[in-house]
């Protein structure tokens, strides 16, 4: 009471006390893993949010978030002794343990579901929650089983760390950090401990000759300042050496300084200061002070050559741009008001990650999502009007279409990246002026899924290709009965697909096309079903194209159109004989995927000789029409010169293809055998490639390969 009245002096006295006494009463004798009282759990919490400075409604919160989970209180007990506010946050912090899940995963996304709804709302609930695993994993080793402590670490370092750094709250984060990273990487955690032990030895000393050097010269310029030197957390230390491929020996912020003064114009003196006797590294001074990150994080940050030649990092920021970097949302004093607006830049990722939650199709992949839009490194980009986008490293032309919005996302045609057109993968990044082209007639393709990276974009084409792929396993699933019923001379109507729908209980007629599309539900079924002891045409659709008399077959027979059809959906181009539009091609019906297409003489097909009910003949009708791209083998026996490759390079980029992988088959001294994966419009444009290699004078023979 007393450290909340330190800052609050006008704090509700009686709603602290009488949740004090609540909560030690419903926990009564319940006890933790390290057999202290249970109560002292949430006296804990409450402890570390008076040090965040948190309003009364926080305190209150804390001290009561496990009475709905652990206790027999109800929320309805909880929002009549204290109020409605407290209730939604307590419910926001309490995990969803009575429902049954298929996953320990599940559970997990699942939780994170109600947990994301709620902060939406409040973001103290988020505050809360962070001071319940901080005060959980400072305890963690109180926890018997192994597997156990291994899945609560994981957990904090996937979900909870992101979180504290989302909203600013370095100090929580690195500690969260810190104390998960010996549980979850426990080898790499002692190798970083002797390595660092090595290296004090080498930098005895540096840390205060670096502090007594910059307090001297900030001191000689007139600016008053405040010099700091803390250590960077092992678990930064070794995430910079695993995916950003730093030697421990190449970190120059091991040691990090911080010179702390009193406002933004300052701290561009103090850093001429620095600058004016240690030589700055160019492309390591960033300015977040002019492009602040996106959770409000404000700093200058140079790397100098140092005393002692070593590399070091500065720090230069004011006195409140230092609350808000190790504070968070909380030194915002955002809800001192109980306001809860959060519009602005600060909370875009949150809504982003709504619409993650939105566009998911399973727990996993949601939560897969939320990994990779809380946790990397950002780039920032900008819209020819100026808006600023934040993307991760690595993001693509689609990522940030879909970063605007998911309506120019689905619609993205190609981008221009600084003026100059871009095909849609290419790379973004920092200080990229970016254009969207958009097409009303474009929709998102399988493709992007093999580049983009950002889980917004990931999530938005996954739930777009999940409806349209079942779209086109119904249009599938009609075109094959319309030409089975045809060929049997039945009329195929909603009055006889309606008795197949009863007698397989089935949900609808359109679940009907659906399996049919899929292979799971033969179209021979569905006339058994409908037309019992009725006996098949010899001339039934699914009989190979090989076994056919063509000539023979009736009138509403005939090979099926797979226009409007998206390769990678409801139809999948064989890995096989890489089928392109032009090639004459033979369908086989897959369980579960629906139409496997290979070129008609494929060696593949000799596998299907004993299942002639798979066999589809198939045409692809107009598909010239629809621009897609296949991708087609070619193998050629280059000479072993320089340049050769490189002038079969320029041959298929000047042809218009695209090179989708290189293989290297053989290598010989004067000769060697290669084969190119080819991206093309139909085998018209695959002709024209091939024959503008064989005049090539580096190119010895090329010919389309099937295998």
Known sequence: MERVKEYDPDIDENMLNRAYVFSMKVHGKQVRASGDAYFSHPLEVAGILTNMKMDCDTIVTALLHDTIEDTIATHEQIEELFGADVAKMVDGVTKMSELTYSSESAKQADN???????????????????ADRLHNMRTLQHIKKPQKRLRIARETLDIYAPLAERIGMQEIKEELEALAFPYVYPEAYESITKRMKQIHASTDGIKDLVISELERLLEEAGIEAEVLGREKRFYSIWRKMTYRHVSLADQADII????????AETCYRALGVVHSIWQAIPDLIKDYIS???PNGYQSIHTTVIGPRKKRIEIQIRSSAMDAIAEKGVAAHWLYKQHSSDQEGEQYKWLKDLLEIMEHADGPDEFLEHTKLAMYQNQVFCFTPKGQLVNLPQGATVVDFAYAVHTDVGDTCVGGKVNGNPVPLRSRLGNGDQVEILRS??????PNWLGFVITGKAKAAIRRFISHKKKDEYQMLGK????RAF??????????ALEICVKNLQLQSIQEVYELVGKGELPDRKVLETIYPGIKLNGEHSLLPAKMVDQSSKRSGGGSIPIKGLTPGLAVHMSDCCHPIMGDRIIGIVTTGKGIIVHTIDCESLDVYSDTPEAWLDLSWSSLEDENFIFVSRVELLLQHLPGALAAVLTVIAQEKGNISNIKFIERAPELFRIALDIEVRDVKHLTSIIAALRVSESVSSVERAFR
């Not at 009303?440 to 393709?445: E, L, M, R, T, V």
């Not at 045809?486 to 009055?495: D, F, G």
């Open 256 to 263: 990090a300084f911080r010179i702390i003064v009193d406002d």
């Open 291 to 293: 492009m602040p990150k």
């Open 112 to 130: 994170f579901r109600k947990f994301l709804l709620a902060m939406s709302h409040d973001i103290r609930i988020l505050l809360v929650k962070l």
């Open 440 to 445: 009303k007639a474009q929709q998102p393709s």
């Open 486 to 495: 045809q060929i049997e001379e039945r009329e195929l109507n909603n009055k």
């Open 479 to 482: 075109t094959l009965l319309e």
